[in-house]
């Protein structure tokens, strides 16, 4: 008898859902603008600089880590790791670095990275070189690609200028090394992926999920981003950092 109820436990912990056994999943957040809307672009590219510290205080006090793509490997050493990205370097990024900046303490540094379009830099809407050396050298934010022209990189003809040269310039203006790459529109596919895999460690595409190792091919060059939106109430955001969202798009 004994035997038997032994043997249905063990049945029972083999049964148990995935997750209870499962590595944690991890968010990796992208955002575009920080700042009010006045009418230009798409309202959702943008969050307001009120609603983005509301979410960064929810990290904060839900103790999150949040690390930038130099520190990938701590994914599996810290407390609920969780990447945040903005995309197209827009100057108003600088908002985000001044929450950032307030909200840093003893126990919680923010930390993100910024992903520029490298011929874009130093346009009047866009971080300029000396932004982006200050937002470098703070350590808070990691200045990373997003391509030189911003094209769809599965049609582009100038792989090379838009991957290599992007990563050099980038690289010439913070002093610090460029390792990942957001594919413009997330769009990338064999080709792309082998063209980055030889200047870059990862790529960033904007299938709506958070990573968790699947173990299949070129996983690092296929990391998934979920939006956040203007529209993103703080309890929807609770739900996607803490990976029980049901509505990610
Ligand atoms: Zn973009």
Request: hydrophobic content about 35%; aromatic content about 12%.
């Amino acid at each position: 008898m004994k035997k038997t109820v032994i043997i249905i436990l063990c049945l029972f912990t083999f049964m148990l859902p995935p997750q209870a056994s499962a590595q944690r999943k991890i968010p990796i957040l992208i955002y575009h603008s920080i700042d009010e809307f006045h009418g230009h672009g798409s309202k959702e590219l943008y969050v307001t600089p009120d609603n983005f510290k509301k979410q960064m205080l929810y990290l904060r006090d839900h103790n999150f880590t949040l690390l930038t793509f130099d520190r990938w490997q701590d994914i599996h050493k810290v407390n609920k790791p969780i990447f945040i990205t903005f995309d197209d370097g827009y100057k108003n990024n600088l908002n985000a670095f001044a929450i950032f900046q307030q909200l840093k303490n003893e126990q919680f540094t923010p930390m993100g990275t910024i992903f520029v379009i490298s011929d874009f830099i130093g346009r009047s809407n866009r971080l300029s070189k000396e932004d982006l050396k200050k937002l470098a050298d703070s350590k808070i934010i990691s200045i990373q690609s997003h391509a030189a022209t911003h094209p769809d990189l599965t049609k582009s003809n100038q792989l090379e200028y838009e991957l290599k040269e992007s990563k050099e310039k980038i690289q010439n203006i913070t002093g610090k090394p460029v390792i990942a790459l957001s594919y413009p529109y997330g769009s990338a596919d064999d080709n792309v992926i082998n063209e980055a895999k030889k200047y870059y460690l990862f790529g960033l595409t904007t299938t709506p999920e958070p990573f968790y190792e699947k173990g299949i091919k070129d996983e690092l060059y296929l990391l998934p981003r979920i939006y956040v939106k203007y529209s993103t109430t703080l309890n929807e955001f609770a739900q996607i950092v803490e990976n029980v969202a049901t509505k990610t798009r």
